[in-house]
């Protein structure tokens, strides 16, 4: 499929409209679909550089987790109220100025990670409507232009967060005598994502591309935690879900904020396929060293929305000289000064990487 000037002549930006689930970017007259071509770039056969944009959210309302968090993305538009308990009847306070919603401190559910057994009430995950949701998702998955992730939240230590606090959870993962319990929570964890991982398999099939699973390890001047304790107490758990995962034919995503660039090795141990991850982080380097082994979205920082258009251009070609490579796949993460569309930037990135990528 070699590149011809038509695919980019009448490229148009499209705008979002969260309230139809509608993601904006750049429309190409591409030989196959941005859904395809993200889709391919994990088996490394992707036409040209994907961007984040190129890929959709799925979170039904079934999923007790999405409306306590404020995260409802499906096809029929979701009525209800956010907040309220999640899956585990945890009470998530819902911010309207936020958008978000989070557990008020102060009160943990979980005070001893010993006694979790007696305290943490699994969830029913057969009680869920996932017949129903299926039904009135199917047009939803089925003819999405993008890549569909399904996301899940919370992950692994997230989720000891939301039943014992910050300052405590990390201190059950790091102490040495509690760490034999806190290993056998997230164990049970990790049986309860496979648990749902195999629902959405048998009631939505292949009518989604992967999962991805949120679970933050930093703030924004470094990680929680060092590598030592990841590798111990979160990388075996994870790599149970996503072996299992990769075993149904899916990919396996991890959005993980914060300023987490060492431990990378730790996210590609524990078996990720892609890395959701903030600006913060040095991409020039971690791309260098990892780019083979994790798909990660990379921002471009030198071309603000002000930018002329044969600047935009130059700009596109240097950053494609970095980050398109067909062994290394990553996706254009948007604008690093979180600016509008830099249309000419993107219209040469793709002229480019369609041309690097051109195996016929």
Partial sequence: M??????????????????????????????????????????????????????????????????ARAFVIQGPKYEGEFGGDDMFGIYWEYV??????????????????????????????????????????KEYLQNNPLYVNVCIFTGWFERLISFMDFGPAAYAIMNRKTKDAAKELMDAISDLWIDVVDHFAKYFGHDFEG???????????????????????LVPYMRKVTDHIHELGYNADLHSCGKVEKLIPCMIDAGWDAWDGMVINDYHQIYAEYGDKLIMQVPVFDCPPETDAEAQKESADRYADEYANLDKPACFAGNGTMGAPIFDFQKELYKSSRIKFDRE
């Fill in 2 to 67: 070699h590149f011809n000037d038509k695919e980019i002549e009448n490229a148009v930006v499209t705008y979002p409209d969260m309230s139809k689930h509608i993601r904006g970017g750049i429309q190409f007259d591409s030989p196959i679909t941005k859904r395809e071509n993200l889709a391919r770039a994990y088996k490394r056969q992707q036409l040209w550089m994907p961007a984040t944009a190129d890929k959709n959210w799925f979170c039904p309302e079934i999923i007790p987790d999405n409306t």
């Fill in 96 to 137: 309207p100025s936020a958008r978000g919603s989070i557990v008020r401190p102060g009160n943990p559910t979980l005070t001893d990670i010993t006694q979790w057994r007696e305290v943490i009430k699994f969830p029913d995950v057969d009680s869920w409507d996932w017949e129903g949701s299926a039904k009135a998702n």
């Fill in 211 to 233: 999962f991805c699973f949120h679970d933050d390890w930093g703030a924004q001047d470094g990680p929680f935690f060092n590598a030592r304790i990841v590798n111990e107490m």
